[in-house]
């Protein structure tokens, strides 16, 4: 139990356009996600919390304009990175709480050229 | 926000030694400590946790112990194997934080043959 996935695991973007990144709890309902970007040899950053049914809650020094979340349901969040650059090239992980555990899904390498 | 410290970042051991991660944090009502196990460009995955109203909690080669009067926690591996090679997560969460995870700078654990 407690599976988490996210898609796509990479992508390769010119620098200006936009990316959205999926995250999905497979086996149960997550009322709350979480986002995390996570550079090389670096720990994990939370970027914001993301709330089924309400706005996200982001991180001090977070672009909400910039990183735009959305959880529409109780098992999908998605990140949507808008107008990257190549400094947004990182590791965007996700992960959902169940009571106080969160598991983490596979995380998306992007890739700004 | 919460501050984790951890130590050390890289650890070396030969096959069949213990390692020993130990991390410190400032806020007394830091209440769940979980510990996270990453292989390179995978998800972080949960090994063992830990709550404050508990002093140790052991899973067959893994254990955690937590001095909250000194509020301090540290993970143990006993008979290393080269698999435990990874980078290693200290996490806690405080309750009145939303649930969020603050993560440890990470240790790099390497287990020699």
């Known amino acids: 139990g407690a599976v988490v996935s996210q898609h796509p695991s990479w992508v390769i973007c010119k620098s200006g356009t936009s990316v959205k990144i999926e995250c999905r709890s497979l086996?149960?309902?997550?009322?709350?996600m979480f986002w995390y970007r996570q550079f090389p040899k670096q720990s994990l950053m939370l970027m914001a919390t993301s709330n089924e049914g309400s706005k996200a809650t982001y991180e001090q020094g977070v672009e909400k304009d910039k990183f735009l979340i959305n959880h529409a349901s109780l098992t999908l969040s998605t990140l949507t990175v808008t107008s990257a650059h190549p400094e947004d090239s990182s590791f965007y992980i996700c992960?959902?709480?169940?009571?106080?555990?969160?598991?983490f899904g596979p995380g998306t390498r992007l890739t700004v050229l | 926000g919460e501050n984790v410290e951890q130590h050390p970042s890289t650890l070396s051991v030969q096959e069949g030694d213990s390692a020993v991660i130990k991390c410190t944090y400032s806020?007394?009502?830091?209440?769940?400590f979980p510990w996270y196990k990453q292989e390179l460009g995978k998800r972080p995955q949960l090994i063992i946790d830990?709550?404050?109203?508990?002093g140790e909690k052991k899973d067959q080669r893994i254990a955690v112990t937590l001095n909250k009067t000194a509020k301090h926690f540290s993970l143990h591996i006993t008979e290393t194997q080269p698999e435990d090679s990874a980078v290693y997560f200290c996490a806690l969460h405080s309750g009145g934080g939303g649930n969020k995870l603050t993560f440890g700078t990470g240790t790099q654990l390497k287990v020699e043959l």
């Open positions: 806020d007394s009502a830091s209440n769940y």
């Open positions: 830990i709550r404050s109203n508990v």
């Open positions: 992960s959902a709480r169940v009571r106080d555990t969160q598991y």
């Open positions: 086996d149960f309902q997550a009322t709350t």
